[in-house]
């Protein structure tokens, strides 16, 4: 089956205390995302990597990290999380060109 | 500056009254729209991709429609599994490929 992992569902962490969220996707897709969903703003794009080893900024990466070293993980840390980054996560993926994005089932940050 | 509005907010339906959700967009240039459903605690999931003015998609009871400016999300005759939010994302010429621009989305319930 055709999907994208996230782990963990939930977390609730301390300021400034490190974290990573993972994302895993079977499609073998080029591209992957991350995107933020806040009340009243929507889906907002972190970080996006095109390929292995190419990543670049979003719309709001303040405070995120990104690695791609592998082309089916593209994990998003957190090095030092402040309660402006508690939020709901979304990691996405898909094939190059304007096709579809399959979302994970989101992770919930809370940071207190 | 790429943007996307959906109206409305939220919308309260019976079952089998239909109605239709608006999507307003403005970007440089449309690679393609994109129809998300989203329930709750969980990721978008794909509904369709419009390319082009004039170009229309059905499935179930959703039918989906593009003009210049704005999409349509019809829905017919809803059932209450119908009830999700909806979300609409433009993809736009030029950037990163592949990023996905959302609106805020529309909250649909629909009443036995």
């Known amino acids: 089956e055709a999907q994208v992992t996230q782990n963990p569902r939930y977390l609730i962490t301390v300021t400034g205390k490190k974290l990573t969220v993972t994302c895993s996707q079977n499609m073998n897709h080029e591209y992957m995302s991350w995107y933020r969903q806040d009340p009243g703003l929507g889906l907002r794009q972190i970080y996006y990597s095109m390929n292995v080893e190419v990543t670049d900024k979003g719309d709001v990466p303040e405070g995120y990290k990104v690695s791609r070293k592998e082309k089916r993980n593209f994990p998003l840390i957190l090095e030092s999380p402040s309660p402006n980054q508690t939020s709901l996560y979304f990691c996405?993926?898909?094939?190059?060109?304007?096709?579809?994005?399959?979302f994970g089932q989101g992770t919930r940050l809370t940071v207190v | 500056e790429d943007q996307v509005t959906q109206s409305p907010e939220a919308l309260r339906l019976q079952e089998g009254e239909s109605s239709s959700l608006n999507c307003s967009y403005t970007?440089?240039?449309?690679?393609?729209l994109f129809w998300y459903r989203q329930d709750p605690g969980k990721g978008p999931e794909f509904l369709f991709t419009l390319y082009s003015a004039g170009e229309e998609k059905e499935k179930e009871r959703l039918k989906a429609t593009l003009t210049k400016k704005e999409s349509f999300l019809h829905i017919t005759a809803p059932k209450p599994e119908d009830s999700a939010t909806y979300l609409c994302a433009v993809q736009p010429y030029g950037g990163a490929t592949n990023k996905l621009i959302f609106g805020t989305g529309t909250l649909l319930a629909v009443q036995p």
């Open positions: 996405a993926s898909s094939a190059p060109g304007n096709t579809e994005a399959f």
């Open positions: 970007v440089s240039g449309l690679r393609g």
